[in-house]
């Protein structure tokens, strides 16, 4: 755990090594986990979410980004659509085989 170098009434107040370190945790735990460096990292050095955030802001450090979908919406809406068709159509022919199933079953 760091020690804070000063405790005044305004607030903590930590080094410039002691924001290094503590970047420098996030980053490697981002890089190896894809998010969720800052909670890790707030927990580890009882820092405050807010202020890693806003020091990861000042250092101008990449913030994890949620991966771009190369997806086409509308053949993606179509595809859905073809095989909710094809779906309700096997369902009824199930549904109908069923029933004949039920009959015969009742006749033995």
């Known amino acids: 755990m760091i020690k804070k170098t000063q405790d005044t009434g305004?607030?903590?107040?930590?080094?410039?090594?002691?924001?290094?370190?503590?970047l420098t945790f996030v980053d490697k735990y981002n890089a190896t986990n894809g998010r969720?460096?800052?909670?890790?990292?707030?927990?580890?050095?009882?820092v405050s979410q807010l202020t890693i955030g806003n020091w990861l802001k000042t250092a101008g450090s990449p913030s994890p980004k949620r991966k771009k979908s190369n997806i086409d919406i509308d053949k993606t809406l179509k595809r859905i659509s073809e095989l909710h068709k094809l779906m309700a159509?096997?369902?009824a022919q199930l549904d109908k085989q069923r029933r004949e199933y039920a009959e015969l079953k009742m006749v033995l």
């Open 10 to 22: 305004r607030g903590k107040r930590y080094s410039a090594v002691e924001r290094v370190k503590i």
């Open 36 to 46: 969720g460096g800052a909670a890790a990292a707030s927990r580890k050095y009882d």
């Open 89 to 91: 159509k096997t369902e």
